[in-house]
């Protein structure tokens, strides 16, 4: 059946999104990321990043993280950036199949975007111990897209839980 959508490939981008066009792109770990935390044994994994658009004033998002040896499925996000027109704020709303949804904020300077939680929501059935702030860092150096983040839980106070690098398979 034909479609009249308009995909992330024949869009052209919307100019508010000019100081986040450095993170468009497929991306793929290179080397694996590196997860650790207090309450859990420190792991290695690999990580899928799509980041597109389609013309509207918002990028969309998806990080799927797999176990490094099984390949198995692990972590999954999805959602949108947006930036306030004539500003450098910027907002990361996700949805992650942890039952967390979050809505992040903060700004991009240069090839840099540092975010932090504003608000975090999760079901009522979510594992404790819940997570009640969340950080990261976006950086691109030298063509590699870098992402930290740091967390805090109930039990724990903000401490890095993540440290991966990607690198771009496709624009």
């Not at 969309?60 to 040896?69: D, G, M, Q, V, W």
């Not at 039952?99 to 999760?122: D, F, P, W």
Request: glycine content about 6%; overall charge negative.
């Amino acid at each position: 059946m034909a479609s009249d959508a308009v995909t992330e490939t024949d869009a052209p981008l919307n100019p508010l999104l000019e100081p986040l066009a450095w993170m468009l792109g497929n991306w793929v770990s290179d080397p694996p990321g590196k997860g650790s935390y207090p309450t859990i044994k420190p792991f290695n994994y690999t990580e899928e990043v799509q980041i597109y658009h389609i013309g509207q004033p918002m990028l969309n998002f998806s990080f799927n993280a797999f176990h490094l040896e099984t390949k198995k499925p692990l972590h999954r996000e999805c959602g949108f950036i947006r930036i306030q027109p004539g500003t450098t704020k910027v907002a990361f709303i996700s949805a992650q199949n942890t039952g967390i949804v979050e809505v992040e904020e903060g700004e991009v300077r240069g090839q840099e975007l540092t975010i932090s939680s504003h608000s975090v929501a999760r079901m009522s059935f979510a594992k404790a111990p819940h997570v009640q702030m969340i950080k990261r860092t976006f950086r691109l150096i030298d063509g590699k897209l870098e992402q930290v983040v740091s967390m805090a839980t109930e039990t724990e106070p903000m401490t890095q839980h993540l440290y991966i690098t990607y690198r771009k398979v496709s624009p």
